[in-house]
T-cell receptor, first 113, second 113 residues
Framework: EAGVVQSPRYKIIEKKQPVAFWCNPI?????LYWYLQNLGQGPELLIR????????DSQLPKDRFSAERLKGVDSTLKIQPAELGDSAVYLC???????????FGPGTRLTVL | QKEVEQDPGPLSVPEGAIVSLNCTYS??????FMWYRQYSRKGPELLMY????GNKEDGRFTAQVDKSSKYISLFIRDSQPSDSATYLC?????????????FGKGTKLSVIP
C-alpha cells in the first residue's frame, strides 16, 4: 500500500514569493492534516480536513496561508507571500477517521531566503 | 510552560544499551499517549500507543504511563544502530472532538556500534 505522498520534497524560494505544497493521502483516508515542523520541534497542526471540509483551521495563519482539498482527496497548501520565518518542514498526514492512527508523509522542506 | 516537555538530548548510547526516553505533561485531560519515531528527512511513524495508565510492551520497546505523575516513558532494550532517530512523544485527550495531538520537541538518539 502506498503511503502519503508529498511534493516537492525540497523548495528554496526568495521571501515575498508564493509557494505551494501538494499532498496525496493514503487511499480511503477521509481525514487529512497539514502540520508545520520547525527545526528541533515537534509537529504543530495547521489545518485538518474531513473529506473536503476544513473542520479545524484555527492555527492556520490566514493572512498568508491557504489550503484546499478539492474532491476530498489531494490537498494543496499555499503560502503567499512567503516570509523568512516560514522556513520549516511542512508535513501532511492522513487517517481513516480523526480518531485513528495518523500516517505521515516525508514532508516538504521549505527554505526562504 | 509548554503542555508537553521533552528533553531534546541529544542522547548517545553504545549498541546494546537500554535507552530511557521521557516526557512530562501538564494537561490532566490527556488520555492517549503515543511515541513516534522520526528518521532524518522522513515523517514521523507511530511506534507505540497507550491508553491511560499502565505499561505496554512490543518487542524491544516498552511504553509506560504514570498519569498520577503526568509522566510517560519509552524504554528500548538491546538498542541497535537502526534505532538512531528522533523520538517524539504525543498525546491527546478523550473528549468529544478531541482528535488533536500535542507533540513534545523530540529526543535525538544515536546508538553507536
Amino acid at each position: 500500500e502506498a503511503g502519503v505522498v508529498q511534493s516537492p520534497r525540497y523548495k528554496i524560494i526568495e521571501k515575498k514569493q508564493p509557494v505551494a505544497f501538494w499532498c496525496n493521502p493514503i487511499s480511503g483516508h477521509n481525514t487529512l492534516y497539514w502540520y508545520l515542523q520547525n527545526l528541533g520541534q515537534g509537529p504543530e497542526l495547521l489545518i485538518r480536513y474531513e473529506n473536503e471540509e476544513a473542520v479545524d483551521d484555527s492555527q492556520l495563519p490566514k493572512d498568508r496561508f491557504s489550503a484546499e482539498r478539492l474532491k476530498g482527496v489531494d490537498s494543496t497548501l499555499k503560502i503567499q507571500p512567503a516570509e523568512l520565518g516560514d522556513s520549516a518542514v511542512y508535513l501532511c498526514a492522513s487517517s481513516p477517521t480523526a480518531y485513528n492512527e495518523q500516517f505521515f508523509g516525508p514532508g516538504t522542506r521549505l527554505t526562504v531566503l | 510552560q509548554k503542555e508537553v516537555e521533552q528533553d531534546p538530548g541529544p542522547l548517545s548510547v553504545p549498541e546494546g544499551a537500554i535507552v530511557s526516553l521521557n516526557c512530562t505533561y501538564s494537561n490532566s485531560a490527556f488520555q492517549y499517549f503515543m511515541w513516534y519515531r522520526q528518521y532524518s528527512r522522513k515523517g514521523p511513524e507511530l511506534l507505540m500507543y497507550t491508553y491511560s495508565s499502565g505499561n505496554k510492551e512490543d518487542g524491544r520497546f516498552t511504553a509506560q504511563v504514570d498519569k498520577s505523575s503526568k509522566y510517560i516513558s519509552l524504554f528500548i532494550r538491546d538498542s541497535q544502530p537502526s534505532d538512531s532517530a528522533t523520538y517524539l512523544c504525543a498525546m491527546r485527550d478523550s473528549g468529544a472532538g478531541s482528535y488533536q495531538l500535542t507533540f513534545g520537541k523530540g529526543t535525538k538518539l544515536s546508538v553507536i556500534p
